[in-house]
Structure formats: structure tokens, C-alpha cells
Nanobody, 114 residues
Framework: QVQLVESGGGLVQPGGSLRLSCVAS????????MTWYRQAPGKERELVAT????????NYADSVKGRFTISRDNGKNTVYLQMNSLKPEDTAVYYC???????WGQGTQVTVSS
């Protein structure tokens, strides 16, 4: 069965950095787009970044452009989200998803606070 396991979240000060990882199993990872979403308390889930199967096309939410970088390693069945210049408004649970949401991980908490 499809399994997505996120890691790398934590507490960081404003301006800091974190790198999230999502390890996939149960499907042919290299055939699928992968997407990062986030959900802040009291808000709807929002798309953060998405990357096509070979990494050729990448898109970001306007709120994270220039600060976040999505990448993938198809040899390791892993998609990453490098987050720099973090702001308090980036605080959320971050989820990775197969394609646009065919399957979801359990999420990893990111808290940006001084």
C-alpha cells in the first residue's frame, strides 16, 4: 500500500531554516508528481509546492516563492522541501502528497517562533 512518511519539522526562530523530507513507498515514485501542502490552525489546507515526476516543472505558492525549494531524489523515493527565511506565518502542519492528493502522509509540525 502507498505510504508517505514526512520528517524534519520542529521549532525554529524567525529567519531560520528547516528541510522537510518525505519518503514514499508502495508505488512507482518516479512516475508521479509530488506535492507539499500545509495547514495552519483554523485555516484550510493550502498547496505550498509541487514538482513533476522528473523534476522538470516546479510551482510554488506566492507566499513561499524565493524562500522555499522543492526537490526530489527518485533513486531514494524522497521529496524534499527546503525552507529558508522562515516566518511565523509559515507555522503549520506540513504534508506531502502523491500527485495532487491521491495519498497523504501523517504530516510534520513546523513552528516558527522566537
Amino acid at each position: 500500500q502507498v505510504q508517505l512518511v514526512e520528517s524534519g519539522g520542529g521549532l525554529v526562530q524567525p529567519g531560520g531554516s528547516l528541510r522537510l523530507s518525505c519518503v514514499a513507498s508502495g508505488f512507482t515514485f518516479s512516475n508521479y508528481r509530488m506535492t507539499w501542502y500545509r495547514q495552519a490552525p483554523g485555516k484550510e489546507r493550502e498547496l505550498v509546492a509541487t514538482i513533476t515526476s522528473a523534476g522538470g516543472v516546479i510551482n510554488y505558492a506566492d507566499s513561499v516563492k524565493g524562500r522555499f525549494t522543492i526537490s526530489r531524489d527518485n533513486g531514494k523515493n524522497t521529496v524534499y522541501l527546503q525552507m529558508n527565511s522562515l516566518k511565523p506565518e509559515d507555522t503549520a502542519v506540513y504534508y506531502c502528497a502523491m500527485n495532487w492528493g491521491g495519498a497523504w502522509g501523517q504530516g510534520t509540525q513546523v513552528t516558527v517562533s522566537s
